[in-house]
């Protein structure tokens, strides 16, 4: 087992993280016993953020203790394996306005005590910034509406000056007509208000229409 990035794992050209709660799954995936050591795979076609390590994504944004805000965090795929990385030290604040997907992430949170769920629509950062004591660390996003960018840019108010985030942009919600890298530098315009942009990175063939951007909080 070779470390990828801080909590991250390769083996056999498949991702894994350390499981924080083991003999349990999440979402059916494989577990793995390296050295007494329990790992869960980290399937790339079902986590746009394991897509894009497996794309060259060269810098993972998440650590052991970070505090997370995560935007879109559905059922919480990608969630519990954030929620491996930072560990019990660490807490992911998950914002999503699906009541269906909410009840099955609070759940996970029962059992993963570093996962607070928020039901809220991600535009409106007042009702959820009394949650943070201090600014987060680190922030990412999947959130598939045509302002995907202002969404992010606007939660940019609850990250850390510095603070690494990471958005997953498809170009489909935001434009049928325009080509995919046109959306992409369209949307590059608008983080850049307050981002330096790291890197780039394409998805496919683990999402199609869909690009990772990787940025630094001014």
């Known amino acids: 087992m070779q470390k990828l990035f801080e909590g991250i794992f390769s083996e056999e050209n498949k991702v894994y993280t350390k499981n924080l709660l083991p003999g349990k799954r999440v979402y059916g995936e494989r577990l793995v016993k390296v050295n007494g050591t329990e790992y869960r795979e980290w399937d790339a076609f079902r986590s746009k953020y394991c897509a894009a390590l497996k794309s060259g994504l060269t810098k993972s944004i998440f650590f052991n203790g970070a505090t997370v805000l995560y935007l879109g965090s559905a059922e919480g795929t990608t969630v519990s394996h954030v929620s491996d990385i930072i560990g019990e030290e660490g807490a992911v604040f998950c914002v999503d306005i699906s009541e269906i997907a909410m009840k099955k992430l609070a759940a996970l949170a029962e059992e993963r005590q570093n996962l607070f769920p928020i039901i809220s629509d991600a535009q409106l950062t007042a009702n959820y910034k009394e949650y943070f004591e201090k600014k987060a660390d680190c922030m990412f996003q999947d959130i598939s509406q045509r302002n995907q960018a202002d969404i992010f840019v606007r939660n940019a108010v609850l990250l850390k000056k510095g603070g690494l ?16 890298l046109e959306v992409v530098s369209d949307e590059i315009k608008i983080l850049e208000k307050e981002f330096e942009i790291l890197q780039v990175v394409n998805l ?5 229409h869909h690009y990772l951007v990787l940025v630094k909080k001014k």
């Open 165 to 180: 985030g990471a958005i997953a942009i498809k170009t489909k919600s935001i434009s049928q007509a325009k080509e995919k």
């Open 204 to 208: 496919e063939p683990f999402e199609k």
